[in-house]
């Protein structure tokens, strides 16, 4: 399943960019149930980065650091699942399956005998999509990202913004102190992330090295 595509990573790309397809990580408020798309330090309308921790906006509440990782575990086992599915869809007739034809990636076509479609059957969840996922969710505990503005803004919060509606940005000095008073927290949470990193590489051999070379936490 090692994919071609996969290129280093490329430091002139912006978040916003690499990430554009990302799936947004959402964290449910464990005292009032509102989710809200967690998006790193940055200024939201939904939740606050505050120096106890994550603060709900909809009722003030403090998420526990607990509430937090198994969120973003379940976020992570989710994907990873997704990935290991394999569903792969033809690029032409758009027929679906999970099993790869005797004939390679040739298109199973409908009736499951690899003729009648000319198509090339492709991962629906490609290998490249899982390492930019994996990588978008260790972003958002970037901490010197987020002292920098380079964070990928909130999708949430793009749609409601207007004039009235204006989304203040934090400015420097709030957020160079959020930032240190979080760092410690924010690399626990990158560690549980790096732990699937780590599991991916060592499962499967030919993704080893796209994971191997990204992962941070080396032992
Ligand atoms: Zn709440
Ligand atoms: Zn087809």
Same mark, same amino acid.
């Given at each position: ?17 690499? =990430? ?24 939201? &309308? ?8 994550? &603060? ?71 290998? &490249? ?15 010197? &990202? ?70 941070? =936490?080396?032992?």
């Amino acid at each position: 399943r090692a994919s071609a595509e996969l290129q280093p990573l490329d430091s002139t790309v912006s978040d916003s960019e690499r =990430f554009r397809d990302c799936k947004p990580l959402f964290i449910s408020c464990t005292s009032c149930r509102a989710p809200f798309e967690f998006g790193g330090i940055q200024a939201s &309308k939904r939740y606050q980065v505050t120096f106890s921790g994550v &603060k709900c906006l909809s009722c003030q509440q403090v998420l526990s650091p607990l509430a937090i990782s198994s969120q973003l575990e379940h976020f992570l086992r989710h994907e990873i699942s997704t990935y290991y599915a394999g569903w792969l869809v033809c690029d032409d007739c758009g027929v679906k399956t999970r099993q790869v034809s005797v004939y390679g990636r040739r298109c199973i076509g409908k009736n499951g005998k690899a003729y009648g479609c000319k198509g090339i059957m492709r991962y629906i969840y490609p290998d &490249k999509q899982l390492y930019n996922q994996l990588l978008y969710a260790m972003s958002l505990f970037d901490v010197d &990202k987020a002292k920098k503005r380079l964070l990928k803004p909130l999708t949430a919060d793009l749609g409601v913004e207007d004039k009235e509606n204006k989304l203040v940005p934090m400015n420097q000095g709030e957020l160079d102190a959020l930032v240190e008073q979080n760092r410690e927290s924010f690399k626990t949470y990158q560690m549980v992330i790096d732990k699937y990193l780590t599991e991916c590489g060592r499962r499967y051999v030919d993704m080893g090295g796209i994971f191997e070379f990204m992962s941070v =936490f080396k032992r």
